[in-house]
């Protein structure tokens, strides 16, 4: 096995950890690295082998998703990752320190100070409110009173809670407790949060507003997060970066478009195949270059000779700093023409729809029904830097998958009956 090489930047490193659970470790690993199944390991040595040799690395700041089916291995891997289950061969790196080799009180400071983590079960306590809930943590820690309770009220705004501070926990939904055990995670301050399937128990509605609501707090927070899930939209929604898991094995990282353009197995493949691209594809995935746009004190006379040689009926406009202004029709440009104006200042612009390069191609959807014309993608300044018209988003959206721009279409419509 060969030793992973540092990257700066990584706050996590994870290095050839395996995990076995049995009495024959060294002759079931031997096993699985000579090609044999995880089954038939099991059934030969009376032994589990639940991670093989899994290596990675996340950076500060990121989500990194481990996702794979039930008996992945996934779960045991993220606690390996706190020291609350011990990895059997490997290690596990917080910068310079070996988690996988800590004594017991230091592991301890680390899930105190350093480590929080969520479980699908939040596992709340009924007899506190929901502000003691996510202060208790800070009380064992002996913060003071006056501290815990800014801290606490901190973390309850971030997660849409206000109000509900002194209520118990049996008189919220099942949505409402998770967002309490978020809150507890995240007012204890810890660099690292480890997130284990928090959303998968929750009802299809409430999962995708704890889902927004994740990507909402982690825009603002910018904590390093692991999160585990078996639902691929979800981890590809989510996460940055993931690794798909089969039989205790790393089998592909990547980010969300590495993993669905290039599938390294058979199995991931199979696994991407039922994926709605909508919502993991970005914009910039279906932007092009925008060959022709007007700036505001060119002629007219001019923008419209390019117009009517392109056949375009309208045209983007911008500013001398390509800062995106509006769109206007051929009709008004042949106005200004007539009119012998000088250039295109004072024109009336139309409201020309546009995005960021990161929006998700689900978003971009709807500004295409019953409008023609392109969708601008601007950067943060508003400056114009592409264009998706209907031809690239639907060339985009069914790259890799069989789909034809019938069925697009439908799509379409189905958006903007569902807002």
Known sequence: MMRMSKSKDALIRVENVSKTFGKE????????????GKDEVESETKTTVAILDASFEVKQGETFVLIG???????TLLRCLNGLIP???GMVYLENDDIAHMGKKQLQQ????????????????????VLENITFGLEINGVPAHLRNKKG????????????????????????QQRV??????????EILL???????????IRREMQKLFLDIQDEIHKTVIFVTHDLDEALTLGQRAAVMKDGEIVQIGTAEDILSHPATEYVKRLVQDVDYSKIRQAKSAMSTVDLFALEHESPQVVLRRMKAKKLSSILVVNDSQMLIGAVPLERVAEFVEFHKPNLTGIK???????????????????????HLPVAVVNEQNRLIGQIDKDSLIASLTEQIDVDSETVNEMLQKEVLQK
């Open 153 to 176: 009220r901190d973390a309850l705004e971030l997660v849409g809670l206000n109000g509900q501070a002194y209520k118990r926990i049996h008189e919220l939904s099942g949505g409402m």
């Open 181 to 190: 055990g978020l809150a507890r995670a995240l007012a204890s301050n810890q």
């Open 349 to 371: 612009l139309e409201n020309s729809m546009c995005v960021h390069p990161d929006v998700a191609l689900r978003e971009v959807i709807p500004l295409f029904v019953n409008r």
């Open 69 to 75: 089916l039930s008996g992945s291995g996934k779960s």
């Open 110 to 129: 680390i899930r105190r100070n350093k480590m929080g983590m969520v479980f699908q079960n939040v596992g709340l306590l009924p007899n506190r409110t």
């Open 87 to 89: 990895p059997t061969e």
């Open 195 to 205: 997130m284990d399937e928090p959303f998968s128990a929750l009802d299809p509605l």
């Open 25 to 36: 470790t060294d002759k079931a690993l031997e096993l699985r690295r000579s090609g044999k």
